[in-house]
């Protein structure tokens, strides 16, 4: 299974490796007030790809870490709750 994860991402690296070299030709991009950028297309494009999964990944994080603060009130709880569980054992146990 390891190899073939290592062959999917050799197949993929080659895939993109090709995309960009296809992708390299100079193009202009424009700002407000008369501003540009010339650059290669995969640059951009990778820019672009790069700021839309960090929006993304920032988009996420509260949810993420909201689930592990509920997380860590339900861990709290059930120790909470298998020492009270112990505890009453102990003293259903002694005469």
């Known amino acids: ?6 062959l999917l ?3 993929l690296f080659l895939i993109l490796l090709g995309f960009a070299m296809k992708n390299d030709q100079p193009v ?6 008369g501003y540009e ?8 494009l990778f820019l672009f790809f790069a700021v839309g999964m960090s929006v993304g ?8 870490f909201r689930q592990r603060k509920e997380i860590a009130i339900l861990k709290r709880e059930l ?3 298998n ?10 146990d002694i005469p």
């Open 1 to 6: 299974m390891r190899y073939m994860i290592w």
């Open 9 to 11: 991402r050799a197949v």
């Open 28 to 33: 202009v991009f424009h700002y407000f007030f």
């Open 37 to 44: 950028w010339k650059t290669s297309l995969i640059l951009i």
């Open 57 to 64: 990944v920032l988009a996420v994080l509260g949810n993420i």
């Open 79 to 81: 120790r909470l709750k």
């Open 83 to 92: 020492k009270l569980v112990s505890v009453a054992n102990i003293n259903l």
